[in-house]
């Protein structure tokens, strides 16, 4: 009977129903923005500059939830797409070649990737203070590049600043010109890296195995998994991706800075978290997180377009919503767990 | 006795290993590369009292608000298996509530300053609580519910300040945030070891240690055995208010003015820092205060050390984030595990060295 009761009613799991209270208040808050502050938000320009100012964040949340899914932390992830930055920036302008950056980049994030990987899965030790320290010396190795600030060359940021223009979303100016919507390249990298992390996710061995030393390492490791090197791979991936991401950011703003990417560590967490991601390990998804980011990003277009232009107002808000996000998180997983018992 | 010398030589000093090591090391890399680099010397301050001066003062005095916050962090470590990343907001808040109680009043009197700090203690304990409701009675990760203080606590120490960065000038200020007359021990060092006093006291005479230890290590296993749980961890986050709104009155008075942006600065990572070169596990459980009240001299040694060094400000960090990884590399559990093979098999030490 119970079997049967089942099989009609599949219930969705913890993922899934976080991920899909995210997309629905995602959805709710929009139509709110358009309801309430027409125009601008009618706009495709408005999603594609979202996306735009943010496709260096999804590329390092979703590395962020690809290690909070194994149970571990990373917190680093900001500082290295910083240090990426600035050292692309000063190896353009010595005369490098743009496409060649790319290679310093992941090579910087694949280093800082291995060396969290083998302290925290080989040597055991805990996440957050070996990432913790990897934020210091990313943070600390930008300021020895350079405390000053450093531009990329006109013509060099003209040629790797490229974006896709497209008459069809545009929109009409009063004046009767068409602007076009435009899109940056970075949104496309980064749209390639949520659906290829997607897949690994959720049709890979290696995605699923992630699930698993997350969920119980004790039961992974009886299985069979290869837990440390599971481990390893996951902060591999995720500081693969904040070079990426350092490129990414760097595409977009052409200019090295130490304060780069400040705070960008919180905003991944706080993405991840909102897109149904557990910071317990095993429980996640990475379309959550992209949810997740363009959430937290429209309630701060929120703040800021309504007026409350105040600098304190924005952080303010934010941290009201944040707080009314996991608030319902927890109150919708905790009547879950409670049915389960009951039932 | 022998088996106390025994369990002495397999154990070592316990967790507290670790950062006496790191102590010694730091002590013994500074006496090599300057003698006098511990010199105390007594000077006249423009006051015109006697004080001590030198680094070995300067590193004791300048890690004060982080070893009272690593006394709260630790707690708050232990019961909730997770860490509390909104200290320097909070103390943003509660160094803010101080300078505004002190500001309202005409006069600034010894009454006026422990009014300002019990308000500040109040708004901080709330704060706390805020913070541990979410916790224990949602069952919200610590870091989580904590992200929403440390987005928006200094937003709202700016909005307590009305957007600027006043001033208090004092000499009852200067006398907590310096020296005392007639004291040439700096005061926030004398803090320090009443807060610490204060603590053990509390230990000494309720069972708070012993409660916090067991809902760390197994909760479901303390809550069957009749301990309030959720009481517990909303303690251990209340306590850690009353360390925060301490700390932040004495960054307060250091200074004479609150800065929201400034004010104890990134000083959260420091402390969590702090807890685990103390030995503790970030995982919850066992503790010891005074592990993580070495930890925190540790870190500011380190930070002096390298500012002696002449080391820029902004590059501290990165030589920092080496010493942090060496010394957890030499606390890692496999690392311990393989010293001690290689000195069972009666191998030199240096090889072992070379191992790590």
């Known amino acids: ?343 | 006795m022998k088996d106390g010398s025994k369990k002495f030589l397999k154990n070592g000093l316990g967790q507290l290993t670790i950062p006496l090591i790191a102590v010694a090391l730091l002590v013994i890399f500074n006496l090599i590369r300057d003698p006098s680099f511990f010199s105390i010397s007594i000077t006249h301050n423009n006051v015109g009292n006697a004080v001590l001066s030198g680094n070995l003062i300067s590193i004791i005095n300048g890690a004060s608000e982080l070893a009272i916050l690593a006394i709260g962090m630790t707690l708050v470590t232990a019961a909730t298996k997770g860490q509390d990343i909104s200290v320097g907001a909070a103390a943003a808040i509660a160094g803010s509530v101080f300078v505004k109680v002190l500001k309202s009043g005409s006069e600034i009197s010894v009454g006026m300053v422990l009014l300002a700090f019990l308000c500040a203690c109040l708004v901080a304990m709330i704060f706390g609580a805020f913070n541990g409701t979410l916790v224990a009675v949602f069952n919200i990760q610590p870091m989580i519910a904590t992200l929403i203080l440390y987005t928006c606590g200094r937003s709202i120490a700016y909005w307590i300040n009305g957007g600027a960065t006043p001033t208090v000038n004092s000499p009852i200020l200067n006398a907590i945030g310096s020296f005392a007359p007639g004291i040439p021990v700096p005061t926030p060092v004398i803090i320090v070891i009443a807060v610490t006093i204060l603590f053990k006291l509390l230990f000494h005479f309720t069972s708070l240690e012993i409660l916090t230890q067991s809902v760390g290590i197994n909760q479901s296993a303390a809550r069957l055995n009749g301990i309030n749980t959720t009481f517990i961890k909303l303690l251990s986050f209340i306590l850690l208010g009353v360390c925060v709104s301490v700390a932040g009155c004495i960054g307060v008075s250091r200074l004479g003015l609150i800065n929201h942006e400034t004010l104890l600065l990134d000083v959260e990572m420091d402390a969590i820092l702090a807890v685990a070169i103390g030995g503790n596990s970030l995982g919850g459980g066992k503790f010891k205060i005074s592990g993580s009240i070495i930890g925190a001299y540790v870190i500011q040694m380190l930070t002096i050390t390298l500012y002696a060094m002449k080391v820029s400000s902004t590059d501290v960090k990165a030589y920092k984030a080496i010493v942090i990884v060496l010394l957890v590399v030499i606390g890692s559990p496999v690392v311990k595990e393989r010293f001690r093979k290689i000195f069972k098999k009666g191998k030199s030490g240096t090889k072992g060295v070379e191992a790590a």
């Open chain 1, 1 to 343: 009977m119970n079997k049967n009761r089942n099989k009609v009613k599949e219930p969705l799991n913890d993922t899934q129903l976080l991920m899909t209270i995210t997309i629905c208040i995602f959805a709710v808050m929009y139509l709110l923005a358009i309801v309430l502050l027409q125009g601008g938000f009618l706009h495709a320009q408005q999603i594609l500059d979202m996306l735009n100012d943010n496709a260096s964040l999804i590329i390092v949340s979703c590395g962020l939830t690809i290690v909070m899914i194994g149970g571990g932390i990373d917190i680093s992830v900001g500082a290295v797409t910083s240090l990426v930055v600035m050292s692309c920036v000063l190896f353009i302008n010595k005369g490098g070649n743009p496409y060649l950056a790319i290679l310093l980049a992941l090579g910087i994030g694949l280093a800082f990737g291995a060396v969290h990987g083998f302290l925290i899965s080989y040597l055991d030790i805990q996440p957050f203070i070996v990432t913790l320290a990897g934020m210091f010396f990313a943070r600390g190795m930008t300021t020895i590049l350079s405390v000053e600030p450093q531009k990329l060359d006109e013509e060099v940021f003209n040629g790797i600043h490229t974006s896709i223009k497209s008459d069809l979303l545009g929109y009409r100016a009063k004046n009767g010109n068409v602007i076009p919507a435009n899109m940056e390249l970075g949104v496309v990298i980064a749209a390639v890296c949520v659906i290829l992390i997607f897949v690994l996710l959720k049709y890979c061995r290696l995605g699923r195995n992630f699930y698993a030393i997350g969920g119980n390492q004790q039961s992974a490791l009886m299985l069979g998994i290869n837990v440390k090197r599971t481990r390893f791979a996951t902060y591999l991936i995720s500081g693969l991706l904040s070079g990426i991401s350092g490129y990414v950011l760097m595409m977009h703003i052409g200019a090295g800075n130490a304060t780069n990417a400040a705070g960008m560590e919180m905003n991944a967490i706080a993405s991840a978290i909102i897109g149904g991601t557990l910071l317990t390990g095993g429980v996640g998804n990475v379309l959550g997180t992209v949810f997740g980011v363009l959430t937290l990003t429209t309630i701060k277009k929120i703040v800021v377009t309504s007026g409350l232009n105040q600098p304190y107002w924005q952080s303010i808000t934010t941290g009201g919503m944040l707080c009314f996000f996991i608030l319902l998180q927890s109150v919708v997983l905790g009547k879950r767990q409670k049915k389960k018992k009951a039932s």
